[in-house]
């Protein structure tokens, strides 16, 4: 691999490999990155694309956002500036996002705290404490995704939570019968998936008592009487626009959201069901106002330790340098 901005090719591995530490829909970790002599190309990995989950590859390009705001920290942290343009066109065919070098900074305080936490933040499936979330951090969590021109809405009117719950119910029996989708999820999870969701970061069974239909990762039986809090905060990030664009800025506060809660001690996870469904989506949308368009729903709360989940070899997400270019 070669250095850029200055970093060698050592800091450009670990600069890479703590992109890659973001989440990623049944975690296939669908980017693939470029390094040349002047900048760092991300491009999605069309082999990891789900397309019975995932048609519009909607949660591939959040998950390159999340990703890309992992490698616009890992580069702050390091003092440099990164000067990013999404969705690139010809300067970089085919890239979703472009970072250049836009000079020296110091590593700020924000840069240093929240990089730290990538490495501890993990998708937390099992049940959290029945401890309610201080509407302090709520603020904070919004904050994050505003600063990624994105939204955050958070479900604290009790009937507006009931809607919400239906709606990912209704989802969840609609893709539980879709053998293509069961497919997908069955080739993510498991013990013998190498880079997927192995059943230690699955969380618990799910069982009929369950408030929210949480996807099922073939984890170890549930202890008699574990349930799951009675009180989660359930969020729902939105972008202001339809399309690429808008995903990719979800992506990037998705991030900043996650990283901003694991600073304050919080977990969180992914009911995407009623995202993922179009006719679901729609009426999720319709109940938001439709102005902003709903990207995931999260159930965040205090969680106990979980482990993380594998991560491809960063000598697997390189792409062969481009042909120069006149
Ligand atoms: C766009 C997106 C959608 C996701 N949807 C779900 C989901 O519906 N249910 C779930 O349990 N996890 C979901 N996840 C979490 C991933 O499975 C998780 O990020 C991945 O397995 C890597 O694990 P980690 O987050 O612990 O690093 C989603 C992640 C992303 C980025």
């Not at 809660?261 to 069901?273: E, I, N, R, V, W």
Request: with cysteine; proline share 9%.
């Amino acid at each position: 691999m070669d250095g850029v901005f200055g970093l060698t090719p050592d800091e450009v591995a670990g600069v890479l490999r703590t992109a890659a530490l973001a989440p990623s829909l049944h975690n296939t970790q669908p980017w693939r990155f470029r390094v040349a002599h002047d900048r760092i190309e991300l491009h999605a990995d069309p082999d990891r694309a789900l397309p019975a989950t995932d048609p519009e590859g909607r949660e591939l390009r959040l998950s390159c956002g999340a990703a890309l705001f992992n490698l616009r920290l890992a580069l702050r942290a390091r003092g440099i500036r990164p000067l990013v343009t999404l969705l690139p066109g010809t300067d970089a065919p085919g890239a979703l996002a472009v970072v250049r070098w836009g000079g020296h900074r110091d590593a700020d305080e924000e840069a240093r705290v929240l990089v730290g936490a990538v490495p501890k933040r993990r998708s937390n499936r099992k049940p959290f404490h029945d401890v309610p979330v201080p509407a302090a951090h709520r603020y904070a969590l919004v904050r994050a995704a505003q600063l990624e021109r994105s939204w955050l809405h958070a479900v604290v009117d009790r009937d507006e939570r009931a809607r919400l719950r239906n709606l990912v119910t209704r989802a969840h029996r609609i893709q539980s019968q879709d053998p293509r989708v069961r497919a997908e999820l069955a080739s993510w999870t498991g013990p013998r998936t190498t880079d997927g969701v192995p059943p230690a970061s699955g969380g618990v069974r799910p069982a009929p008592q369950d408030e929210w239909a949480l996807r099922d990762f073939h984890a170890a039986e549930r202890p008699p009487g574990k349930d799951y809090e009675s009180d989660p905060l359930v969020v729902v990030l939105c972008s202001f626009q339809e399309g690429p664009l808008g995903e990719l800025q979800a992506g990037q506060a998705l991030q900043r959201v996650l990283l901003t809660g694991t600073t304050l001690g919080l977990s969180a996870s992914f009911m995407s069901q009623a995202i993922e469904v179009p006719q679901v989506r729609h009426d999720l949308r319709r109940s938001l106002g439709g102005m902003v368009v709903p990207q995931a729903v999260l159930r965040v709360g205090f969680g106990s330790p979980v482990p993380p989940s594998p991560r491809r070899d960063v000598t697997d997400l390189l792409l062969a340098p481009a042909a120069t270019r006149s």
